[in-house]
């Protein structure tokens, strides 16, 4: 399978998810990765522990965390 990844500075070449894998992650800050870790725990428990929302809980939880980033900082 392969994904087309599109750039403005790059034509429409296809790009295997294998490649896509092999790029270095997104480095997060110092705690950061607890912080969202505990919050989609804080989720999961929130709604009764039923599994298979893993996923949408996570995003939620980085979401809400830098939210409150946000907001410490204004």
């Known amino acids: 399978m ?3 990844m599109k750039n403005a500075k790059t034509s429409k070449a296809p790009m295997s998810i294998a490649s896509q894998a092999s790029q270095p992650p997104i480095e997060l800050q ?3 990765w607890d912080r969202i870790a505990r ?3 804080e989720l999961w428990d929130a709604r009764g ?3 298979g929302h893993a996923l949408q ?3 939620d939880s980085e979401a ?3 939210d409150e980033i946000h907001e410490a900082r204004e």
């Open 57 to 59: 809980d996570w995003l």
């Open 2 to 4: 392969n994904v087309v």
């Open 64 to 66: 809400a965390v830098m």
């Open 49 to 51: 522990r039923r599994d």
């Open 30 to 32: 110092d705690g950061m």
């Open 39 to 41: 919050k989609a725990y």
